[in-house]
């Protein structure tokens, strides 16, 4: 249980928090329509349907104002600048940036569906009372139009059209009805071209899809205002509706019951969205900024498999260990922009990224590179970034563990080069003492520039006596017999026959209940980080382990488990 | 945008039409909305939509993702051979169960996305896309081999003599041997 509240604890605190203001919201805003007297003549027309209708408005209000904020990527960088101070757990939280904007989606969703059907009814209603189909106070009310001495509170004013169309004619003719009708669609398209098959395999589909919530908040801002909604205004001599309500013949004649007067309330949503707005364009504005910014090649090798080595050079870029930037090559695509993670450690002077082949874009990217010139600059090229994630808390840990599944192992290039560095600069934010990396993938092929680093690390800790530093290994998880016929040959000599390394490779998976039990026999007091990056199934195995092998007493060992991302 | 197969995205969308159509229909019957009739076509043919598309098809190229417990609607589905393997006719048809939905408001949402969707479908016809059903594979098991029958009858040979004496060096045998193994003893 203490493992439970360690991990997972500020999360749930913030969505008990946040389904907290939704309930209050809807509740509030409910009440206000269903309990107010201003609105005794519109609730008689309409009943608890006009509270149902603005109770989920209210909660919409809210939630579209969060939903921009989790993907304005840059401010999020700049808050976890600034939480330095704050500990991890805080920082952690922004890493699920994407799941609360999901999470917001639904809730949109689910209010969005909840507020058209209770204005399909109003609306029905509306007619109705119109068509003089209820009783006579209704249709009082439903005759007051919109002149010197009245206003109306019924706002279908039409009625020499076929009844049956009446409803779609007043959705299609006022500014409520329009920009609903259009910004639901948008929203629909939306949803249905973000489910995760559509996304995972073709994801630019999703993102230009996606650009339609352009469409969703211009039609939001406008959508309130028509101000068809009314309340009952203070007249002078008032309008007691108790004492006038059977009394409809009577108004205007009788002092006690003037005419009722009513309009609409000043639109807020623009009050909520503003913001946000405002910050997305930021947002937007710096990436394209950033864009602009010159870029230049200072290497471009080819490794072997496919895999294209890029070290650039831009003015005033500086990274943090493991974080990523987005890359845009207009000579292959205006629009697109993907991640990679970073393999170079902030000490060097340029920064690069190891593409590998893996889809149209990155296959031109490294076909055009194969056919520059020896020394030429390559095509232009625009960074975002650099953005951050768990990597940069690697140093804050005594010890560290450190898993990397296939394509995972990326970042790890960059926090060994870094914590490298740090060693030898006898760096003090360096709180590492000792590192375990577990390299996991299918075979090599893709990945031997991967293994000369570790080569090149091995060989110069070697040099200063510092073996025990880190401890690394590696698992094949494919192999077959004559792969372990010719390890079984070749088993006596000092280097693995497979890497050229010195700690020998390790076939299947790993037996991770093993891996943390020597971790925590070798250092029984110290916090581990535990950092993975590679599949979600292996995800949940780790996070099992680390909370099973954690102990709640705080002077002995105790297991943090930080996960990447994309 | 090269490899997108369009049926995908008209997939998810006349699936979340169909079920966007029969809420609209549900509201309107049971508010006893003008033209209700309307209403209550909305929700058959929301249910109808809602059971053709809930089968995702076979992708041409690379994995295809199930929805949970669809096999029994791929069967049905399948039955119809051309009529659901074609996606021109799916386009057509769903553009035709549509149209009555514009008629009231409540279905009118339902209509149009309807009509979105149909649009979609057109485009991965013209690409040439088609609807195949996802079919558990049928495993070959290979016969089982005349030796294994018959097991051996000679022990097996023994490794080369100087392996034998490394192990015994280096003492880590994963068993002991209750005599010496080595050949000139």
């Given at each position: 249980m203490g493992n439970w509240i360690i991990n997972h604890g500020l999360t749930s605190f913030i969505l008990v928090v946040w389904m907290g203001i939704n309930i209050f919201l809807f509740v509030w805003f409910y009440l206000f329509y269903d309990l107010g007297d201003q609105f005794f003549y519109t609730r008689h027309l309409l009943g608890s349907a006009l509270a149902w209708a603005r109770a989920p408005a209210a909660v919409l209000n809210f939630n579209c104002m969060l939903i921009l904020l989790p993907v304005c990527r840059n401010l999020l960088s700049l808050i976890r600048g600034s939480?330095?101070?704050?500990?991890?757990t805080m920082r952690k939280q922004l890493d699920k940036n994407l799941s609360f904007h999901k999470l917001v989606a639904y809730m949109i969703a689910l209010m969005t569906a909840v507020h058209m059907i209770a204005h399909l009814l109003n609306v029905e209603w509306y007619n109705n009372s119109r068509q003089g189909v209820y009783d006579k106070l209704s249709t009082a009310l439903s005759n007051l139009e919109d002149t010197e001495n009245t206003t109306y509170l019924?706002?279908?004013?039409?009625?020499?059209?076929?009844k049956q169309q009446i409803p779609t004619y007043f959705v299609f003719t006022t500014i409520a009805g329009l920009t609903g009708v259009i910004i639901t669609l948008a929203l629909i398209l939306i949803i249905t071209s973000s489910m995760e098959v559509i996304r995972r395999s073709y994801f630019e589909v999703f993102w230009y899809t996606h650009h339609l919530f352009i469409i969703f908040f211009a039609g939001l801002v406008f959508h309130g205002a028509g101000r068809i909604v009314r309340s009952q205004q203070k007249t002078d001599p008032p309008h007691n509706f108790t004492y006038c309500k059977d009394r409809i013949e009577d108004w205007g004649r009788i002092p006690e019951c003037p005419i009722p007067q009513f309009a609409g309330g000043f639109p807020q949503t623009w009050m909520w969205v503003i913001g946000p707005m405002i910050l997305y364009l930021c947002e937007r504005l710096l990436r394209f900024i950033r864009y602009m910014q010159r870029v230049s090649y200072r290497r471009i090798v080819m490794r072997p498999s496919k895999v294209l080595e890029l070290q650039l050079v831009k003015n005033g870029f500086k990274m943090e260990v493991g974080q990523y930037v987005f890359l845009n090559c207009p000579a292959i695509s205006q629009l697109e922009w993907h991640p990679f993670t970073m393999?170079?450690?902030?000490?060097?002077d340029f920064f690069s990224v190891h593409i590998r082949s893996a889809g149209d874009w990155t296959d031109k990217l490294i076909d055009i590179m194969q056919q520059l010139p020896e020394g030429a600059q390559g095509p232009k090229m625009g960074v975002d970034g650099p953005f951050g994630t768990a990597s940069e808390d690697v140093f804050d840990y005594e010890v560290s563990m450190l898993v990397g599944a296939g394509i995972g192992v990326t970042p790890f290039a960059s926090i060994l080069k870094s914590i490298w560095y740090k060693f030898k600069d006898s760096n003090p934010k360096l709180r590492t003492r000792k590192i375990y990396f577990y390299w996991l993938c299918r075979e090599t092929h893709a990945f031997e520039w991967f293994t000369d680093l570790l080569q090149v690390l091995e060989r110069e800790m070697e040099e200063r006596g510092m073996g025990d530093f880190l401890t690394y290994k590696l698992y094949l998880t494919k192999w077959n017999e004559s792969d372990a016929t010719h390890v079984r040959v070749h088993?006596?000599?000092?280097?693995?026959?497979?890497?050229?390394?010195?700690q020998k490779t390790y076939y299947g998976r790993p037996a991770w209940d093993k891996e943390f039990e020597q971790v925590r026999k070798e250092n029984p007091t110290s916090v581990v980080g535990t950092f993975l990056c590679g599949p979600e199934a292996l995800a949940k195995v780790l996070e099992k382990k680390c909370a099973k092998y954690s102990?709640?007493?705080?002077r002995k060992t105790k297991f943090y488990f930080n996960k990447e991302n994309f | 945008m090269g490899k997108i197969e369009w049926a995908m995205w008209a997939n998810e969308q006349a699936l979340a039409s169909g079920l966007i159509l029969l809420t609209g229909g549900i509201v309107g019957v049971a508010g006893q909305f003008r033209g209700w009739q309307f209403a209550a076509y909305a929700v058959a043919a929301g249910v109808f939509v809602c059971l053709l598309e809930y089968p995702r098809s076979k992708r041409s190229k690379g994995t295809s993702v199930e929805r949970s417990g669809q096999y029994c609607f791929t069967v049905c589905v399948k039955a119809f051979g051309p009529l659901t393997r074609n996606y021109y006719f799916r386009a057509f048809l769903h553009a035709a169960i549509c149209v009555p939905g514009g008629f009231m408001l409540a279905t009118v949402l339902g209509c149009v996305c309807l009509g979105i969707a149909s649009l979609i479908y057109l485009v991965a016809a013209i690409r040439g896309e088609h609807w195949e059903p996802i079919l558990p594979v049928k495993e070959f098991r290979k016969p089982v081999a005349d030796s294994i029958k018959n097991p051996p009858q000679n022990p097996p040979p023994r490794p080369p003599a100087d392996m034998r004496r490394k192990q015994a060096d280096l003492e880590r045998a994963a068993y002991d041997n209750p005599f010496s193994v080595t050949a000139n003893e």
């Open positions: 939480f330095v101070c704050c500990g991890r019924n706002p279908i004013r039409k009625t020499d059209i076929d393999t170079s450690a902030p000490e060097e088993s006596d000599e000092d280097t693995d026959v497979v890497t050229g390394l010195r102990d709640v007493d705080p | -």
